[in-house]
C-alpha cells in the first residue's frame, strides 16, 4: 500500500524553525509534483507550497513566500518543508500530498500524508 508519512511537528515559540519531512512508501512519486498544506481550526485546507517534478520550480501561498522552502529528494522519494520565522497563524495540521501535475488544488492532489502538528506559540 502507498503510505506518506509526515514528521517533524511540535510545539514551538513565534520566530523559531521547525522541517517537516514526508517519506513516501509503496510507489515511486518520480513524475509526480508534491504539494505541502495544512488546516487551522476552524478553517479550509489550504495550499501552503509546491515544487514541480523535476524539482527545478516552486511556488508558494503568498503567506509563506521568503520564510518557507520546499524540497524533494527523488532518490529517497522525500518531500521536505523548511519553516523558519513561524508565527502564531502558521499553527496548523501540516500535510504532505502529491499530484500527478502541478496544481495547488487539494482536489487534484491522489496522495496524502496523515498530517502532523505544528502549534507556534506568541
Known amino acids: 500500500q502507498v503510505q506518506l508519512i509526515e514528521s517533524g511537528g511540535g510545539l514551538v515559540q513565534a520566530g523559531d524553525s521547525l522541517r517537516l519531512s514526508c517519506a513516501a512508501s509503496?510507489?515511486?512519486?518520480?513524475?509526480?509534483?508534491w504539494g505541502w498544506f495544512r488546516q487551522a481550526p476552524g478553517k479550509e485546507r489550504e495550499f501552503v507550497a509546491g515544487?514541480?517534478?523535476?524539482?527545478?520550480?516552486?511556488y508558494y501561498a503568498d503567506s509563506v513566500k521568503g520564510r518557507f522552502t520546499i524540497s524533494r529528494d527523488n532518490a529517497k522519494n522525500t518531500v521536505d518543508l523548511q519553516m523558519n520565522s513561524l508565527t502564531p497563524e502558521d499553527t496548523a495540521v501540516y500535510y504532505c500530498a502529491a499530484a500527478p501535475f502541478t496544481t495547488r488544488s487539494p482536489g487534484s492532489f491522489d496522495y496524502w500524508g496523515q498530517g502532523t502538528q505544528v502549534t507556534v506559540s506568541s
Open positions: 515544487i514541480k517534478s523535476s524539482g527545478g520550480s516552486t
Open positions: 509503496g510507489r515511486t512519486f518520480i513524475g509526480y509534483a
